[in-house]
């Protein structure tokens, strides 16, 4: 019930159980672009409209987890209408309706978009693999969601590189990635 978001893909979707709603954000339809944040209700399943004045650039492709401990949407990186890839770190702090930029300084991934991310419980960080940048990416970074740092993951006998694919952290602790476009 209630207005909701326009159609869109590339979008983000996050769940936030003590919240008991689908947090949404970003994504593009047709030459479109949206920053925009919504929120729908899982018991009432009615939408809020949660977007603030101040807000990250609109874009698509990023890739994003729900880190319960700050009750915030965190994502990473995107594509925008300017054909510009954004290599940023920005929370959604679903309690305050506020954006803060958590991009860190010394290293980080490259920008990119069309990425997989992955929320990894035990060790509160985000996942991320791949993406795309003028062919496709195989890297394997981690976001340390307390101290806010990114760490490059060297991992044996990783996957082919690519973009559009999916992924979770599973009970035992382990990443994994599904499908997507190699640049093949």
């Known amino acids: 019930s209630g207005p909701a ?4 893909f590339g979008h983000n979707a996050v769940y936030d159980s003590a919240g008991q709603q689908m947090v949404v954000w970003a994504g593009q339809q ?12 899982l018991q009432t399943l009615a939408w809020r409209d949660l977007s603030p004045q101040r807000r990250p650039k609109a874009r698509y492709g ?5 880190d319960p401990a700050s009750r915030s949407l965190v994502q990473f990186a995107g594509f925008t209408e300017e054909s510009v890839r954004y290599q940023d770190t920005q929370a959604f702090n679903t309690q305050t309706a506020t954006w803060t930029d958590w991009t860190p300084a010394g290293s980080l991934p490259q920008v990119r978009c069309l990425l997989t991310a992955a929320f990894d419980p035990v060790g509160r960080r985000m996942l ?3 993406g795309q940048r003028s062919g496709a990416l ?15 993951l060297d991992v044996g006998g990783a996957p082919a590189a690519r973009f559009f694919s999916t992924s979770f952290v599973d009970v035992e602790g382990a990443f994994v990635l599904f499908g997507g476009t190699t640049s093949s």
């Open 5 to 8: 978001p326009d159609p869109r």
């Open 30 to 41: 047709g030459g479109r672009f949206f920053n925009d944040t919504w929120a729908l209700n």
């Open 62 to 66: 990023s890739g994003a987890v729900f």
């Open 128 to 130: 991320v693999f791949g």
């Open 138 to 152: 195989g890297d394997f970074w981690s976001f340390d969601l307390q101290s806010r740092r990114w760490m490059s």
